[in-house]
């Protein structure tokens, strides 16, 4: 079995046929999403997708390109943490290279997720473009004054950057970027980091991997992913399935395996 740890069902390029889309996920091999909250004010629409399928679950949190219009509190996110189906915290973060926001209000808005992970021991899912330095500083200095762990998504940075998470406790998550022609430095990173403590993702709507690069993007593809990791890792697509889904569910330990798998 796959998980597609990061994907946005709640998106309205799903809102026709999300029932058919999860279907195909789990012809094709994936029988975990996580459908990851990007805007607090849309949280129920999230939460509403979790709910409906029993093999998909949530996360809540405010996007970096959302900081400068949404607030993050912290005690809010804590709250809104404890419905049986928020797996997660975030999606959260830094993003220099868009600067949606103003720096400073991502910054205090990843610090509020960081708290409220830290106060309900779930993990933080990371999202950082163009601000490695920055990032790793923040978790460092954050993980030095209460346990936090968690995940970088849609990993695509530099090795120094996996590095010093994966000191920290953290795990990388590989999107379609994997795929791309000119991803080579991404694939040599993957190819030195430690088995478990990789997991796969679609990021779906976007970012689909080849062969689909250019349509939509669904949780179904993530086998496209998982099946380049492995050949980079030089193992079989079966054991980079069983592999990164062990570690899954060590990170995220509040999901209940489905059936198939208890």
């Known amino acids: ?5 990061h ?3 709640d998106f309205p390029d799903f809102a026709d046929e999300l029932e058919a889309v999860v279907a195909r996920a789990g012809e094709a091999g994936v029988g975990v999403m996580v ?18 399928f029993d093999n998909v ?11 400068g219009s949404e607030t993050a509190d912290t005690n ?16 959260t973060g830094l993003d220099f290279y868009y600067e949606h926001s103003p720096r400073d209000r991502q910054e205090a808005c990843f ?32 993980a030095g004054e209460a346990p936090l762990h968690g995940v970088i998504h849609c990993f695509s940075t530099s090795r120094q950057l996996a590095e010093a998470v994966i000191d920290l406790g953290f795990y990388i998550s590989l999107s ?7 991803a080579e430095d991404l694939r040599r990173t993957v190819e030195v980091l430690p088995l478990d403590r990789l997991l796969v993702e679609t990021d779906a709507p976007y970012l689909a991997p080849v062969p689909k690069r250019g349509k939509r993007n669904e949780p179904a593809f993530t086998a496209y992913t ?9 193992i079989s697509s079966s054991d980079i399935a069983a592999a990164t889904t062990e570690n899954f569910f060590r990170l995220f330990n509040k999901v209940r395996a489905p059936k198939v798998m208890a």
């Open 35 to 52: 459908t990851i909250c990007t805007h607090l004010s849309r949280f129920e629409r999230v939460r509403a997708v979790a709910e409906r």
């Open 226 to 234: 998982a099946a380049e990791v492995a050949k980079l890792k030089r």
């Open 176 to 182: 379609g970027i994997v795929t791309f022609k000119k």
């Open 57 to 67: 679950w949530c996360s809540v949190g405010v996007h970096p390109h959302e900081a």
């Open 111 to 142: 610090r509020a997720h960081i708290r409220a992970a830290q106060a309900t021991g779930l993990p933080l899912i990371v999202h950082t473009r163009d601000a490695d330095r920055e990032t790793a500083a923040i978790l460092g200095e954050c």
């Open 76 to 91: 809010r996110l804590v709250a809104l943490a404890q419905h049986p189906k928020v797996v997660g915290i975030g999606e």
């Open 1 to 5: 079995m796959l998980v597609d740890s």
């Open 7 to 9: 994907c946005h069902l």
